[in-house]
């Protein structure tokens, strides 16, 4: 069989076994040796697997991954999530609204010490959606919110996706991750300014919370400085070139596990369940990566992306346009997969396509990460709506999906922004000279 | 039946335990690193090659663990729609495909291992012996292969019954 045809049966066939719930990074690494076998024999397709199995797990540089995913988890055993909510609750909470936007504004600085979106929407979800039960707002405005302003993990570094992505374009992780930095505080902003404007509109949606005294205030502000100091000690960190990712990563840990010791707030039995979590997390991002790199395999011997590549130049296709037509495909596959499965899926496909019509990499990151966190709530598969959805307990998935929408829309907004002023991604890298 | 779930069930908890162990040597060794190299200008020369190899028990003896409690990444979209009675049968295909890949990783992560260890491979810094952690990959697959081997046994007698 000619090697592009087969490799559209077996996408094809890698679809179906998706949708009939076969796990993403099984589906993938099956799919891959088959094809894999197809076009250079039987052996060479068994081997395959093993030996992209076990690069992928013996890597070095995706021990960043396994170090952020314990940062986050440990933080959320350490109540520093909580601590973050009082903090934005104290700031935020007698506006209209404030408690969701407090939420926000918690997300956001948790993100800043979380990589994952799922692990920042169940740390964040568990501690602010009981709070907005109890003041009476509304359903779909209150998980809505915790479930959009969860993507901001991804987004405001440290991020796994960014991880993922400069890891497989072989782009700096410093460069990506500082990147995110403004897009993140705009889409914060925007996601706490339509609350702001909904409930103003609509004060039925969100009562105000309850006043806070100034030493609460206060209290609140040390929330904010311990998830600083760790923000800046992992970013900085990189940015200055004093650690790699996974050191940084790691010195970040042990600053949690420090803060959660000093404030008699890390438990053993929180310390184990941290680390319980983190590996189950861990493990199936992994499985998936791997499972990708197999398949991926298989692409790179059908000489696909290579052939697209030369087929848009050939076309002499507008810069414009294959961007625009890249974020529709990746918007329409976001709906209904993974995010780790969709970057590691595509990356070979589109991103040789992306450099060979002269979009900057750091950029088209922070472009594709945008557009994963609206395929992280974008229904029919939203993982952070299924995350909130087992979280909020009670709140049928119709309404959560119905609270997204006008969050979905801010991040549309970011998106042509980000277009129209890619400095808004670039000018913070600009100033790294690695 | 009840012996082989007796036993497959255990041994996935004490894998896990063994993952948690590989996670926290890579943060100690880490951190270790970072202090040695920082305050004391003396790095560990080994830490880098422990560190990736040690992560890959961090995740593979994780697998059959997560694979017990189904914690793998699916997509939950047309399950949903179909009668017991498919889901049923797509739940059989699905763990068979499943069996017959991590026998594949099992099988061939054993030969890779006797091919590595024949070569006298080893790791770039310290030279550090690589086989062994190819074959805790293969024991791992063993693992998760007998837990979809279960899983697919209770499937089914579920649907018989």
Redesign the interface.
């Known amino acids: 069989m000619n090697p592009v045809t087969l490799a559209i049966v077996l996408t094809v066939f890698m679809v179906i076994l998706f949708l009939l719930r076969m796990p993403i990074g099984f589906a993938m690494a099956l799919v891959g040796i088959i094809g894999f076998s197809a076009l250079r024999g039987l052996g060479p397709g068994l081997s395959i697997v093993t030996r992209d199995l076990f690069d992928v797990f013996s890597s070095y540089s995706y021990t960043a991954i396994t170090m952020f995913i314990l940062m986050g988890t440990l933080a959320f055993y350490t109540g520093i999530s909580r601590r973050l909510y009082d903090a934005g609750y104290t700031m935020f909470g007698r506006l209209p609204g404030g408690l969701a936007i407090s939420t926000i504004a918690a997300c956001a600085m948790f993100s800043a010490i979380c990589g994952s979106t799922n692990a920042t929407a169940a740390a964040m979800g568990r501690v602010a959606l009981p709070e907005m039960k109890r003041y009476k707002y509304d359903d779909a405005l209150a998980t809505g919110c915790v479930a959009a302003a969860g993507s901001l993990g991804i987004l405001i570094p440290p991020s796994t996706i960014f991880l993922v992505y400069g890891i497989m374009t072989e782009n700096s992780i410093g460069k990506l991750f500082i990147s995110g930095v403004i897009p993140g505080i705009i889409l914060a902003a925007f996601f706490a300014g339509t609350v702001f404007i909904m409930t103003v509109r609509n004060p039925k949606l969100a009562p105000p919370g309850g006043p806070t005294t100034w030493k609460e205030k206060v209290q609140g502000m040390t929330g904010i400085i311990e998830a600083l100091v760790l923000f800046l000690l992992v970013i900085l960190g990189i940015f200055l070139g004093w650690f790699s990712p996974t050191y940084a990563a790691a010195a970040g840990t042990a600053g949690v596990i420090v803060i959660g010791l000093v404030r008699r707030q890390l438990t053993w039995q929180g310390f184990l369940n941290g680390v319980r979590d983190a590996i189950r997390i861990n493990c199936f991002i992994m499985v998936i990566v791997a499972g990708a790199f197999v398949f991926g395999h298989f692409l790179t011997v059908t000489n696909i992306p290579t052939m697209l590549v030369n087929w848009v130049e050939a076309m002499h296709m507008n810069k414009y346009l294959v961007l625009i037509a890249v974020i529709a495909i990746y918007y329409v596959i976001s709906m209904f997969m993974d995010e780790l499965a969709l970057i590691v899926l595509t990356i070979p496909i589109f991103y040789p396509l992306i450099l060979s019509v002269g979009w900057d990499p750091i950029w088209f990151g922070v472009i594709m990460v945008v557009l994963v966190e609206m395929g992280v709530i974008a229904p029919p598969v939203g993982i952070n709506v299924f995350v909130i959805y087992g979280v909020a307990e009670g709140v049928p998935i119709t309404t959560i999906y119905k609270g997204i929408f006008p969050f979905l829309a801010c991040m549309f907004v970011l998106a042509a922004l980000l277009m129209v002023f890619p400095a808004l991604a670039t000018w913070l890298p600009s100033f790294m000279t690695y | 039946m009840g012996k082989f779930d007796k036993f497959m069930t255990p041994l996935s908890k004490w894998f896990?335990v063994i993952?948690?162990i590989g996670?926290?040597y890579?943060?100690l060794i880490?951190?270790a690193?970072?202090i040695m190299n920082?305050v004391f200008k003396d790095p560990i020369n080994w830490a880098?090659d422990s560190?990736?190899?040690v992560?890959?028990i961090?995740?593979?003896f994780?697998?059959p663990?997560?694979q017990v409690?189904h914690?793998?990444?699916?997509?939950?979209?047309?399950?949903a729609r179909l009668s017991r009675f498919w889901r049923k049968i797509?739940?059989l295909?699905?763990n068979v495909?499943?069996i017959?890949?991590w026998s594949?990783?099992a099988?061939?992560?054993f030969?890779?291992g006797i091919d590595i260890l024949r070569s006298g491979e080893v790791s770039m810094t310290v030279e550090m012996p690589?086989y062994p952690?190819?074959w805790f990959?293969g024991i791992c697959a063993v693992a998760v292969t007998l837990v979809l081997l279960l899983q697919t046994i209770n499937h089914f007698r579920m649907r018989t019954r």
Do not use: C, P, T
């Not at chain 2, 914690?71 to 399950?79: P, Q, R, S």
């Open positions: 896990h993952a948690g996670m926290i890579v943060l880490s951190v690193d970072i920082k880098f560190i990736g190899l992560a890959v961090a995740i593979v994780a697998i663990e997560v409690n914690g793998h990444i699916e997509v939950e979209v047309l399950e797509i739940g295909f699905v495909l499943g017959i890949l594949i990783v099988w061939r992560s030969l890779y690589i952690f190819i990959q």
